[in-house]
């Protein structure tokens, strides 16, 4: 099968977000913040075999303090991140996604998906890892994509 034989069987899936769950980090050493995934936005180009042959993800990083603080949060920012690889699991994919070198903080991005109807579920796991300790962490939000036409 040639490339772009390839390329038009291929099937895109996109979902998007308005925010994650609120997860707090800090807060014993530290000033308690937290940390709010906004505007979610997941693209995953996949063929009829599974195989994941792209896939992009953009999300708004908001940082807020809870409580007082005298060290304000971070300010918002974008984050890019796209794939770095992808393999077939037994209940879909297993997909580890780059963050660009722009991002801010720094973040391990992996995304699960299964079949969901026509769609797909996907189970995102955004992990900081440019702290450790109580300023590191995780954010879990799921999402469903629909194929694009």
Known sequence: MTDAATASTSTTYHGTLDMSATVPFGGVTYCAYSITLRQIDVTVTMRPSGEVTGSMVQALNVEATVGSCPYPPAAPS???Y???SAKITPTGSMLQLAGAAANSPKVA???DTSPNGSGLQ???SFQRTDQTGELMWTVKPTLLLAPTK
């Open 122 to 124: 996907a189970n995102m």
């Open 78 to 80: 974008i984050a890019n």
């Open 109 to 111: 991005l992996t995304i």
């Open 82 to 84: 796209s794939l770095d």
